[in-house]
């Protein structure tokens, strides 16, 4: 099976920019998670979502959103670009069954910088 | 809120010799645990987990953690390690339901000297 890709691998945009990233799960996995990755805050939970609602979300602003489509792929999209949003953003996919987050496998990532 | 603590931010290990990386956490109830490996310019992948049950577990590539309730800890370790091991360990919990997703700490930079 194909893993988790990630699309663009690398992105740059100016401060006030809206940038929207992409995810495939990989092939019968309906959950798909996000997390951004930062030196300074770590790996930090974005969203969750399940058969295109999102399910679970950590602390981010509402300038994070995402979507999920009916073949599970997943989108998301952060507006108005601040400088420390420069971040790895990856994304997981997940089986359905079992406990929460069971068996996450995760994508390359795509590392955002914003001027 | 969830917690996780990995004490330490990097760790060098001769090859062949034993590893063991550290991670706490504080909550009252015991969540599941999980330990990820990130080598450079590469995503996360899963080592190992602990759910239930025997609290000494095996991963893939060697590796094994044990869970102690009353340490709150679940230490990864790996008997010798080799040059390729050397890369960011994780450790991460969920809680409950998942509602705040995975918790992960910090992380450990390992460092593998020839």
């Known amino acids: 099976k194909a893993g988790v890709t990630q699309t663009p691998r690398y992105l740059i945009k100016t401060r006030g920019q809206q940038v929207t990233l992409s995810c495939s799960p990989i092939?019968?996995?309906?959950?798909v998670s996000w997390y951004q990755q930062t030196p300074g805050q770590g790996l930090q939970f974005l969203f969750e979502?399940?058969?295109?609602?999102?399910?679970n979300k950590g602390n981010f602003p509402g300038r994070f959103s995402g979507r999920q489509f009916s073949n599970s792929r997943s989108e998301m999209n952060v507006s108005t670009l601040e400088l420390g949003d420069s971040a790895l953003y990856l994304c997981?996919?997940?089986?359905?069954?079992?406990?929460?987050?069971?068996?996450?496998?995760f994508g390359p990532g795509t590392r955002l910088t914003v001027l | 809120a969830q917690s996780v603590t990995q004490p330490d931010i990097h760790i060098t290990v001769s090859e062949g010799a034993s590893l063991e990386l550290r991670c706490n956490y504080s909550?009252?109830?015991?969540?599941?645990l999980f330990w990820y490996v990130q080598s450079p310019g590469q995503g996360l992948q899963l080592l190992l987990k602990?759910?239930?049950?025997?609290?000494l577990v095996q991963g893939i590539k060697g590796f094994e953690a044990e869970f102690k309730r009353s340490q709150s800890s679940f230490n990864l370790r790996k008997p010798s390690v080799h040059w390729s091991d050397a890369a960011e360990y994780f450790c991460?919990?969920?809680?409950?339901?998942?509602?705040?997703?995975?918790?992960f700490g910090k992380g450990t930079h390992l460092i593998i000297q020839p």
């Open positions: 092939s019968g996995h309906r959950s």
């Open positions: 979502y399940f058969s295109e609602t999102q399910r």
């Open positions: 991460a919990v969920v809680l409950g339901g998942g509602a705040d997703g995975l918790t």
């Open positions: 909550y009252g109830a015991t969540p599941y």
């Open positions: 997981a996919s997940s089986p359905i069954g079992g406990p929460p987050y069971n068996e996450q496998f």
């Open positions: 602990y759910f239930s049950g025997d609290t």
